[in-house]
């Protein structure tokens, strides 16, 4: 490493330098072994921190106390309201219109359950997360998609006619939208969102958003919480602490109502509330409650990787595409110029994944020649196949090796076409 590398890494004090790349290999999490020992993994969507001390202490406790039971009160929510108070100036969140699910996914299927019967079209706004393809399948509707448009943003036009072919016969519809948006890092502006909330109103869609990055916002932009925007008030927002804390192995979640549609978030069968850990539930809540100074460091860190991320691809990726992300710990490069994309290499269409590293085009050199694992964009639907998601929730040493490794991969590496 260079010296103003190594000095500039050595100011940091951030979560994301604490830890070693031997102590990550401990980990026996999906990130650390789903790969050989020489593969460094960007991937999932786990970060390289320590715990938050809140979350720590509280974990010791519960394992002094044998507090291991059954889940009581309404904690969580009451947490989440004091903290969208404060960070986002969102006061709208009532805590009888909350329930606590298992996870992000499992809430998302429990509230289309609600919205939408057996057929019924979900729209979703692709490239996208891709288990919205596969839960989506797997609770039996059908996906309708509406492309990001210029810029990588929400397409009103593209909404407006997914909505129209999602509500024809009559049928019952959702818009499944990720907010903050995964893999794009975009964080959708409240006039955006206020133009989604009128289209799903016009065309009779009910809109559920996913907003697990929402903590996860970056100097540069504001988050808006769906639920607190006119027009909005039948929607759902489903949250949790487990992306901003890392806590994806501490299952929990909220379901949140706008007030309009309280009265479906009521038809939630009880049984849906056994799915969460206690333990999960007290996590999150002294994430939220008391870790807030950790995540204040966490975004800093995250703010100096971004940066890092962007001077890494114009040294060792040229040609590589990258728009620097506005919230999330994820980056969307796009590789088209390197010609990798195979439309005929048959591997799998979003929702008939089996696991989540499926691999092809960019990705799938990336590992065999850099030995860095990087997310596959053909899994995230249209416009994905040429792209990779890269996770940089990292150390600034594990990120300047694998782009110096990607670097050298792409330097040996020519498009097929001109083999
Ligand atoms: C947009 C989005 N939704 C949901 C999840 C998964 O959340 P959970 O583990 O709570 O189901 C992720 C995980 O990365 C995500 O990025």
Known sequence: MESADAAADAARTDP???????????????????????????????????????????????????????????????????????????????????????????????????????????????????????????????????????GLRLDPAALEDAFARARRGGRRAAFLMSNPHNPTGVVHTRAELEAVAALARRHGV?????????????????????????????????????????????????????????????????????????????????ALRDGTDWLDDLLRGLDANRALLGALVERHLPGIGYVPPQGTYLAWLDCTALGLHDEDDGSAAPGELGVVSDLAGPAAMFLDEARVALSSGHVFGTGGADCVRLNFATSPGILREALARMGRALAGHRPPRDR
């Open 206 to 286: 009910r809109v559920v958003s996913d907003e697990i990055h929402a903590p996860l916002v970056l100097t540069g932009a504001r988050f808006t919480p769906f639920l607190g925007v006119p027009g909005a008030e039948n929607a759902f927002a489903l949250t949790s602490a487990s992306k901003a804390w890392n806590l994806a192995g501490l299952k929990a979640a909220l379901a949140l109502a706008g007030p309009e549609a309280a009265d479906d978030l009521a038809r939630m069968p009880e049984e849906v509330g056994h799915g969460p850990s206690h333990v999960g539930i007290l996590a999150h809540t002294a």
């Open 16 to 150: 994301l330098v604490r830890l070693t790349v031997d102590q990550l290999r401990q980990r026996s999490s999906m990130k650390w072994r789903t790969h050989p020992a020489d593969v460094l993994p960007l991937w999932v969507a786990e970060m390289d921190v320590p715990l938050a001390p809140a979350v720590a202490e509280t974990l010791h406790r519960v394992a002094d106390l044998g507090d291991t039971g059954y889940p009581h009160g309404t904690a969580y929510a009451e947490a989440l309201a004091a903290f969208a108070a404060e960070r986002w100036g969102w006061d709208g969140l009532r805590v009888e219109h909350t329930a606590i699910v298992p996870d992000v996914m499992l809430g998302i299927v429990e509230v289309l359950r609600l919205l939408t019967g057996p057929g019924d079209a979900v729209v979703v706004s692709p490239p996208v997360y891709p288990p919205f393809y596969a839960f989506v399948a797997h609770s039996g509707r059908e996906v309708v998609e509406a492309p990001l448009g210029p």
